[in-house]
């Protein structure tokens, strides 16, 4: 089959021009529905064929196993991080263990920089993913380490910045871009006002790993909307099918408030509300193309 070599934003976008390079990723789905803990938190009846770990995503379908493994494994040294404004740190566990590395963020609740900044955003991005069935955001849990409380995330190794990647080389355009436009979706949720491609990982896969949320959902602000043109229905659906319980006792210990959730389902009802809207302008075909 001969490569198309149509910009991204061809695929995702409709009469507007892209920004900074943003992501996508093969769609991944828990492998296993028999370990309960391993299961979606309160998932949407929306599915689509189950999914293995691919690429770098190793925790795929084993959630709570990579979740454990991060809050209890001893750590042998910790690293400073040369890049980074809030100065995050690499933890080092033992060789031979289930994980070989974390990224540590010491960042409590406080505005530095003029931004709003949370250690707790971390872990609410993840959580998000996993009730989204997104399989984007690595495992990431609270942990202390040294004295004080901070983010740990999987360090997801095999992997090259998308600033660094050619977007018009990935093997299957479509899936691409299937994965941008899920991407997009989900930093709008979560108010991402700091995505860039120097947050995105990518695979050998062509699998992107989204990375740093420190400063997710506490802007009303909506980064993506105008690029926010297309999605595939399955995620569509798992959007529409958020509901208030959940996210109350998934989201809420690691976000400002109730306000905070309360916040993420109106940004959800403007995301349903668009993309209806221009399905009813542009045809169902174009709006859900994937």
């Known amino acids: 089959m001969k490569k198309t070599t149509l910009p991204l934003a061809a695929w995702c976008l409709v009469g507007s021009t892209a920004l900074a390079p943003a992501p996508a990723v093969a769609v991944q789905e828990p492998a296993a529905q028999g370990a309960a803990t391993d299961a979606r938190p309160a998932p949407p009846t929306v599915s689509e064929p189950p999914a293995a770990a691919s690429g770098a995503k190793v925790w795929v379908g084993r959630y709570a196993e990579f979740e454990e493994y991060l809050a209890s494994a001893p750590i042998e040294k910790v690293d400073k991080i040369p890049v980074g404004v809030t100065k995050p740190e690499r933890a080092f566990f033992a060789p031979g263990g289930l994980a070989g590395s974390a990224a540590l963020k010491h960042l409590p609740t406080r505005i530095m920089s003029g931004y709003w900044e949370s250690y707790k955003s971390e872990i609410a991005a993840y959580k998000l993913d996993r009730i989204l069935g997104l399989d984007m955001v690595p495992p990431t849990i609270e942990r202390r380490v040294g004295s004080d409380l901070g983010s740990l995330q999987l360090w ?30 989900f930093d709008n949720l979560t108010a991402n006002i700091d995505r860039n491609a120097g947050n995105l990982l990518v695979d050998d896969q062509w699998n992107l790993i989204l990375i740093d949320h420190s400063r997710a959902f506490a802007s009303s602000r909506m980064p993506f909307m105008k690029q926010m043109t297309r999605i595939d229905r399955v995620f569509y659906e798992r959007l529409k099918a958020l509901d208030e319980e959940t996210l109350m006792r998934e989201i809420k210990p690691w976000v400002l408030s109730g306000g905070s959730v309360k916040d993420i389902l109106k940004r959800r009802d403007k995301i349903v509300e668009q993309f209806d809207k221009l399905a009813k302008e542009n045809g169902e075909a174009a709006v859900f193309p994937f």
Request: charged content about 30%; overall charge positive.
């Open 156 to 185: 997801v190794e095999n992997c090259k910045l998308l600033k660094d990647l050619d977007q018009s080389q990935a093997p299957q355009p479509m899936e691409w871009a299937k994965q941008v436009c899920r991407q997009r979706a």
